[in-house]
C-alpha cells in the first residue's frame, strides 16, 4: 500500500510504498467519529496488444478525489502528484496483472484487472468537531475479474422513504459517509430480489438520479420521434460525476449525435421512463461506472409495478452494447487513446 501522511504546519511528506498492514489509529481520530474520508476507484489494465500497463483518465480522478477532500475539510494537493503516486503504486503492483511479455494472453485475459483505491483519512486525535489538521493518503488495490453478470434489476424506492443526495447536500463527493447509510434499504432490496436501488430525489418531481453507486441511462423516443439518451445533470449536485458518465457522454456526442440522435443531460422523473415503456418508446437502460462498468438494465421496480426494459441483444440494449465496446477499444485496442494512460 502507498501511504503518505498530512500535517496542517509541515505539509505533505514523503509518499512510501510499504507492505500491505492494519494502521495503528487513536480511537479519537478525527475519521472515526466525524467521517472525514473520501475515497476513488479506479481500474488499471493491461493492454492485450501492447502488454502495457494502463489507467483510465486519471486526472479526472484527481480532480474529483481534490473536490471531496475540500468537501470534508481534508487537505487538498497537487493532482499532477495524485496522477503520479498512482502511476508509481501500478508499476509495483502490476506483477499481479496477467501477462509479464512473455506469455501468450487469452480471450479472457482482458477482463482482469486491478481496482486501485486511493483514499484519505482525517487523523488527529481531537474529539471537538473541527477540520483536522492530521491526514493520512493511501493507495491500496485488489485484484478484480471485470462485472459481466445478468442485466441489473433496480428498485425504486419512494422518495418519501429514501433519498441519497439532495442540493447542498454531498452526494456530489465520493465521500464515505454517502455509502453506509444505503446499505439496509439495498439489503431489503437485495431480498426482495433486486440487485441495486435506483435513487429517486424529490416526492413531486420524483427525478431518476442514479443506481447504486454507479451513474444511470436511459435511451427513448420522445413523443416527437428524436431518439434521445439522457442522464440526470450534475448542476443540483444530487449525483457524482463518475468518470465513466462523462465518457459515455463524450462518446455519445462525439459518435452518435445528429438530427434524429439527442445526447442530454437533463432532470427527467420515473413517471417519464413508465409512460415511455406504456407507449412503447423505452429502447433501454444501462447503469456505468468504474466496477460496473456499462452494466444494462432489465428491469424496474416502482410501486408495486414491474416494469420490463428492452435489451435488443439479448443480454444488453444496443447502445449500451455499442458504448462498451468503444470503451473497451479505447483501454485495450491497438490505436492510442489519450483517455489510456500508461503507467
Ligand atoms: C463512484 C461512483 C460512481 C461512478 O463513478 P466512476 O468514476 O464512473 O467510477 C457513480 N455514482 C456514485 C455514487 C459513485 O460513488
Not at 498530512?6 to 487513536?26: E, H, Q, R
Not at 475519521?31 to 479506479?42: D, I, K, P, Q, W
Not at 473536490?67 to 503492483?93: M, N, W
Amino acid at each position: 500500500m502507498l501511504i503518505a501522511n498530512w500535517n496542517k504546519t509541515t505539509g505533505w511528506g514523503a509518499p512510501s510504498i510499504v507492505p500491505y498492514a492494519p494502521l495503528a489509529l487513536d480511537p479519537a481520530s478525527s475519521v472515526l467519529h466525524y467521517a472525514t474520508e473520501c475515497f476513488e476507484g479506479m481500474k488499471a489494465y493491461r493492454n492485450k496488444r501492447t502488454g502495457k500497463v494502463c489507467i483510465f483518465r486519471p486526472e479526472l480522478n484527481a480532480r474529483r478525489m481534490n473536490k471531496s477532500c475540500d468537501r470534508v475539510s481534508l487537505p487538498t494537493f497537487d493532482e499532477t502528484e495524485f496522477v503520479k503516486l498512482v502511476q508509481k503504486f501500478t508499476a509495483v503492483e502490476k506483477r499481479y496483472l496477467a501477462w509479464q511479455g512473455e506469455v501468450e494472453m487469452t480471450e479472457t485475459d482482458d477482463s482482469d484487472f486491478l481496482y486501485l483505491r486511493p483514499m484519505m483519512i482525517g487523523t488527529s486525535a481531537r474529539l471537538g468537531v473541527t477540520p483536522p489538521n492530521d491526514a493520512m493518503f493511501l493507495i491500496i488495490a485488489s485484484r478484480l475479474q471485470s462485472y459481466n453478470s445478468k442485466p441489473l434489476r433496480l428498485l425504486a424506492p419512494s422518495p418519501e422513504e429514501a433519498v441519497r443526495a439532495w442540493p447542498g447536500g454531498f452526494g456530489n463527493a465520493k465521500v464515505g459517509g454517502n455509502y453506509g447509510p444505503t446499505m439496509k434499504i439495498q439489503t431489503e432490496a437485495a431480498k426482495m430480489g433486486y440487485d441495486q436501488i435506483l435513487w429517486l430525489f424529490d416526492a413531486k418531481r420524483r427525478l431518476v438520479t442514479e443506481a447504486g453507486a454507479a451513474n444511470f441511462f436511459v435511451v427513448w423516443t420522445t413523443p416527437k420521434g428524436t431518439t434521445e439518451i439522457v442522464t440526470c445533470p450534475l448542476t443540483e449536485g444530487i449525483v457524482l460525476e463518475g468518470v465513466t458518465r462523462q465518457s459515455v457522454l463524450d462518446l455519445a456526442r462525439e459518435r452518435l449525435a445528429g438530427p434524429s440522435f439527442n445526447v442530454v443531460e437533463r432532470e427527467f422523473s420515473i413517471d417519464e421512463i413508465v409512460k415511455a415503456a406504456d407507449e412503447g418508446r423505452l429502447i433501454e437502460a444501462f447503469a456505468c461506472g468504474t466496477a460496473y462498468f456499462i452494466a444494462p438494465v432489465e428491469l424496474l421496480g416502482y410501486e408495486g409495478r414491474q416494469i420490463e426494459i428492452p435489451l435488443k441483444m439479448g443480454t444488453s440494449g444496443f447502445y449500451a452494447q455499442t458504448i462498451r465496446r468503444w470503451l473497451e477499444e479505447i483501454m485495450y485496442g491497438e490505436t492510442e487513446h489519450q483517455w489510456a494512460v500508461t503507467v
